[in-house]
């Protein structure tokens, strides 16, 4: 078996409940390279984690990478919903924050998505949210998801095109929304990240579902019917892989350490085999096991 080269991380969501400090240290035991790190909650019942300046856990979690040697590489997560900049909320306040945030961890991307109707809209707050980054060293990634409103990879190179930002793949989405290899070869100067996990090639039946399975029950990669080695060799062997595979009934059962060592393990094992994968022309159609 020949040594993955690419640099591995392990997203939040994967240990969703790990503050970053302690996610700092198990990525470092289980042999992982680097963190992304959550500095803004998705949902109501999530963990907050302050890791603004001056914080005692941004302290705290600089000073476990600089014993460790992990890095970040991306911070998330931001849900625009069309209320920053033309009244209303304004969600510019949010973002300069996180890229506070990230830029205080290292990080150089911050992940969005997009939940506005009305994506001309969408499209100028993303724009000016590129032109903020550039202050901080952080570029915004937008992560086209299945229940969203930008919900496929041509969407999302349209607007990351016209805003001058980055795309996120994240091998759930593309299979849940179906993106051909040719989408994904249209995509791949846009994309710093590829996150991966693995499922069942049958979708949830519903929104809903969706939402769970997204954000709660992915699949171990190797362990189900995405065909992750070819996503992979769609980009260069230098592009980064964030393994983000929550399971609540998992690590519950396993614990923290335990979960991340074996999900680095599976992922060692699916880096092997991207070199030998052959292309293909849609990824809901390259099914089957990757072991």
């Known amino acids: 078996m020949t040594t993955p080269t690419r640099r591995l991380g392990i997203a939040q969501l994967s240990l969703v409940g790990t503050a ?10 289980a042999g ?10 998705v ?43 033309r009244g209303g909320q304004d969600q510019r306040e949010a973002w300069l924050r996180m890229m506070e ?6 990080a150089s991307t911050l992940t969005v998505a997009c939940a506005d109707p009305d994506l001309d809209r969408f499209g100028d707050h993303l724009a000016q949210m590129t032109q903020d980054g550039k202050s901080y060293g952080i570029m915004p990634t937008l992560e086209p998801i299945a229940y969203q409103t930008v919900r496929s990879l041509p969407q999302a190179v349209k607007l990351s095109r016209r805003a001058g930002c980055k795309i996120v ?20 100067d846009l994309v710093p990240l590829v996150q991966l996990c693995d499922g069942p ?18 699949g171990v990669p190797g362990d189900g019917e995405f065909h992750l ?22 690590v519950a059962e396993m614990g923290e350490l335990a979960w991340a060592k074996h999900l680095k393990a599976a992922a060692d ?6 070199a030998v994968t052959s292309p293909a022309h849609n990824i809901s159609a390259l099914t089957g096991s990757n072991k």
């Open 269 to 274: 094992s699916v880096l092997t085999t991207t």
């Open 43 to 85: 949902t109501a019942t999530e963990r907050p984690y302050d890791l603004q300046p001056g914080s005692h856990l941004l302290k705290e979690t600089l000073q476990r990478m600089a014993d460790t040697g992990i890095t970040v590489e991306d911070v998330e997560f931001l849900l625009l919903d069309g209320t920053g900049l």
């Open 101 to 106: 945030a990230g830029q205080a961890l290292g």
């Open 169 to 188: 793949v994240d091998a759930l989405h593309v299979n849940r929304f179906g993106a051909t290899t040719a989408e994904l070869e249209a995509a791949t």
């Open 32 to 41: 992982f390279d680097f963190i992304g790190a959550r500095v803004r909650p």
């Open 201 to 218: 090639a049958a979708a949830p039946e519903n929104r809903e579902a969706l939402i769970v399975e997204s954000r709660s029950e992915r």
């Open 20 to 29: 970053p400090p302690d996610l700092v240290s198990i990525a470092a035991q």
């Open 229 to 250: 080695a070819s996503i992979l060799a769609t980009f260069a062997a230098g592009t980064p892989v964030s393994i983000e595979t929550p399971s609540d009934k998992r």
